[in-house]
C-alpha cells in the first residue's frame, strides 16, 4: 500500500519538465502517461520516426532539438505555423500522453516496440 503513493508522486515529477524527443523510452514512460515533449515540425514526407503514422495520415513527426536522425510520431494538430517545410526551425512543445505500439522493421525482418504521443500542443 506504500509503494502505490511514491509511485504516482514519482509520475508526476517525472512528467512536470519540458523534455527532449531523444529522452522518451519505452522502459521509462509508461503507457498513458502524460509528457510535455519538445522538438521541431518535420515535413509531411520525413521518415525520420520509426514506421508508418499510427493512426491515420495526418499524423506527424516532433523531431528532437539536437540529433536530427531522432523523432517521435505524434497523433493531434500540428502547431499554427507548422507547414511541415524544411526551413521551419521553430521550437514546438506537445502535452501528450505515450502511446506504445508494434511495427515491422522490414530491413530487420523484425518487429519492434514503438513509443508514439497522442494529445494536442501549447
Same mark, same amino acid.
Given at each position: 500500500m506504500v509503494i502505490r503513493p511514491l509511485l504516482l508522486l514519482a509520475g508526476v515529477? @517525472?512528467?512536470a519538465a519540458v523534455r527532449d524527443v531523444r529522452?522518451?523510452?519505452i522502459q521509462a514512460d @509508461?503507457?498513458?502517461s502524460r509528457v510535455e515533449v519538445q522538438g521541431r515540425c518535420l515535413p509531411a514526407? =520525413?521518415?525520420t @520516426?520509426?514506421?508508418e503514422a499510427p493512426r491515420s495520415a495526418s499524423d506527424w513527426q516532433l523531431q528532437d532539438l539536437q540529433e536530427s536522425a531522432t523523432a517521435v510520431w505524434v497523433s493531434g494538430s500540428r502547431p499554427a505555423g507548422c507547414a511541415g517545410e =524544411?526551413? #521551419?526551425t521553430a521550437t514546438y512543445v506537445v502535452r501528450a500522453r505515450v502511446f506504445? #505500439?508494434?511495427v515491422r522493421v522490414e530491413a530487420e525482418n523484425t518487429r519492434r @516496440?514503438?513509443?508514439y504521443l497522442v494529445g494536442s500542443l501549447r
Amino acid at each position: 500500500m506504500v509503494i502505490r503513493p511514491l509511485l504516482l508522486l514519482a509520475g508526476v515529477v @517525472a512528467t512536470a519538465a519540458v523534455r527532449d524527443v531523444r529522452t522518451l523510452s519505452i522502459q521509462a514512460d @509508461a503507457p498513458y502517461s502524460r509528457v510535455e515533449v519538445q522538438g521541431r515540425c518535420l515535413p509531411a514526407a =520525413a521518415t525520420t @520516426a520509426l514506421g508508418e503514422a499510427p493512426r491515420s495520415a495526418s499524423d506527424w513527426q516532433l523531431q528532437d532539438l539536437q540529433e536530427s536522425a531522432t523523432a517521435v510520431w505524434v497523433s493531434g494538430s500540428r502547431p499554427a505555423g507548422c507547414a511541415g517545410e =524544411a526551413k #521551419d526551425t521553430a521550437t514546438y512543445v506537445v502535452r501528450a500522453r505515450v502511446f506504445i #505500439d508494434t511495427v515491422r522493421v522490414e530491413a530487420e525482418n523484425t518487429r519492434r @516496440a514503438r513509443l508514439y504521443l497522442v494529445g494536442s500542443l501549447r
